[in-house]
């Protein structure tokens, strides 16, 4: 079935650092990709996604370029804050029958520091 | 916009009592989720409706789950007899239309003694 992995399960940063989550998928056909993040006490929320290679995503200072040939889909932010401190996730929707279903990462703990 | 509602936000429960949980999806979404959020296991889909129909039910652990969407305006999540196994945060989403955009609740922490 559908995977996804992030490499990273914990990140610590210091304000203005640069920041890289790797994350790559395994699927069967041509999925979306998405990166979510999560802050304590809420539910996941969208940062950006991209349906096709070489598409990039961005938000909020975030980016992502989705590379079909390395199946990866790296989050990167040049100046990362104290309030980017949250989960992040990245995800991917099946791009057949089942393109409802998300399959997540683990997650990766991003922990800004003044 | 309120966002999706999710009550309660905190459940206690003893093994092998019965829980139900509530979702009030955002008005006009056609497409409503359940996912489980261990730490373990991260986030996991349970099940989706699409204009109030069950469409997939894949994720949903078959003998105790249950869910259901009687009207465009709620959903439910009911596990009976619930196990320590159980204990997750249990988030609920809904969509304009299939999983482009999740919007999610901010979940119930279901913990089972």
């Known amino acids: 079935g559908d995977s996804v992995t992030q490499t990273e399960g914990q990140v610590a940063l210091s304000e203005e650092d640069f920041l890289t989550i790797h994350c790559n998928y395994s699927?069967?056909?041509?999925?979306?990709l998405f990166w979510y993040v999560q802050y304590p006490g809420e539910g996941p929320q969208l940062l950006f996604r991209a349906s096709r290679d070489k598409e990039k995503g961005s938000s909020r200072g975030f980016e992502a370029t989705y590379d079909k040939g390395t199946t990866s889909f790296h989050l990167r932010k040049a100046s990362v804050q104290e309030s980017d401190s949250a989960v992040y996730y990245c995800a991917l929707s099946d791009g057949g029958g089942s393109n409802y279903k998300l399959t997540f990462g683990k997650g990766t703990l991003l922990t800004v520091t003044p | 916009n309120a966002g999706v509602i999710q009550t309660p936000r905190h459940k206690v429960t003893g093994k092998g009592q019965e829980a139900t949980l509530w979702c009030e999806p955002i008005s006009g979404h056609s497409a409503v989720f359940w996912y489980r959020q261990t730490i373990v296991q991260g986030l996991e889909f349970l099940t989706y409706?699409?204009?109030?129909?069950?469409?997939?039910d894949s994720g949903m652990p078959k003998e105790r789950f249950s869910a259901q969407m009687p009207n465009q305006s709620h959903s439910t999540l009911k596990i009976q007899s619930t196990q320590p196994q159980d204990s997750a945060v249990y988030l609920c989403a809904s969509s304009p239309y299939s999983a482009e955009t999740l919007y999610f609740g901010s979940g119930t922490r279901l913990t089972v003694l």
């Open positions: 409706f699409r204009n109030q129909a069950p469409i997939d």
């Open positions: 699927a069967s056909g041509y999925p979306t």
